[in-house]
């Protein structure tokens, strides 16, 4: 049995990373296959790289796998969470855009390139700014409040309009390049943050979200003695693009951890509880 540490976003596409340092690269068109084990639960995965001490059971529909315990201590030393005030990164500001109407406004470490981006599944982003902190932080309030751009997109409304994308970059760029104009004219930019031009990186390709079919429905949880079988057509964020045997289905890997997963012999089958999104017809909303 393996436990799934989640995916990761390396230089050469993503990868599945498992307890002990094992990765699987997660390759277009090829076979995803793996069983949850029969007997067992789902327990807490811990925090900052710590074992939960008490490996407490955690619910199977929880992104995030952690105990309450573990995930306090998880959102104590955490910028996203805004409890790091002394961080002496610099970070930068981006414009990250998900969907017609859909664009958001973040920060990252700049160390961390645009990992973070494709953690989130962008399909296009923009650097804004560069600098130190806090800076970084008065920037994101600024567009949140001054251009009404909220700094979070649930992923429920990133996966419905996956497969509807404008066709071209530059349609896919504009509500970028619009709102990073409208950012620079705003007369409170913070003086420590250098300003960045606006060059949308696209990631469309590298998603494989180019001609995707639409989705019937996403996976609500794993549960023991279910299994996944489905060609990979696209990976965004933390999403795999299955096409399985009722048509394509949203497996978000955030749900495979805490886990024991096993692997499954032949073809095995999709039983796992799936959402049916609007509008898909022919999809069961329990077990396949």
């Known amino acids: 049995m393996w436990k799934c540490s989640g995916l990761r976003w390396s230089d050469d596409g993503p990868v599945l990373v498992w307890s002990g340092g094992r990765r699987s690269a997660l390759a277009r068109g090829r076979r995803v296959a793996f069983g949850v084990a029969e007997g067992g639960g789902r327990e807490c995965v811990g925090a900052r790289g710590n074992v939960c001490p008490t490996r407490a059971p955690v619910s199977g529909r929880s992104t995030g796998a952690r105990c309450e ?21 610099p970070y930068h500001v981006y414009l990250a855009w998900f969907g017609p109407g859909m664009v958001k406004v973040g920060i990252t470490a ?23 902190l806090m800076a970084a932080r008065r920037a994101e309030e600024l567009l949140r409040a001054a251009l009404q751009v909220p700094d979070r997109v649930p992923y429920a409304e990133k996966r419905a309009v996956r497969s509807r994308l404008p066709a071209s970059a530059a349609e896919r760029a504009a509500e970028v390049e619009a709102l990073h104009r409208r950012a620079f004219a705003l007369a409170a930019w913070p003086e420590s943050l250098r300003r960045e031009p606006c060059q949308v990186v696209d990631h469309v390709e590298v998603f494989g979200l180019a001609d995707l079919p639409t989705a019937v429905g996403e996976v609500t949880e794993l549960v023991a003695g279910g299994g996944v079988s489905g060609d990979l057509l696209a990976v965004a964020g933390p999403d795999l693009h299955l096409a399985a045997v009722h048509g394509v289905v949203v497996l978000d890997t955030r749900l495979m951890t805490g886990w024991d997963i096993v692997p499954v012999a032949g073809e095995g089958g999709f039983t796992l509880p799936v959402k049916k999104f609007k509008g898909a017809a022919g999809v069961q909303d329990g077990l396949f």
Do not use: N, Y
Not at 70 to 86: E, G, I, K, N, P
Not at 115 to 128: I, P, T
């Open 110 to 132: 700049v160390e961390r390139g645009s990992a973070r981006l494709l953690e989130q599944g962008a399909v296009c982003f923009s650097w804004l700014g560069l600098g130190p």
């Open 69 to 89: 315990e573990c995930a306090r201590l998880d959102r104590a030393h955490s910028v996203a969470a805004d409890t790091v005030a002394d961080d002496p990164r």
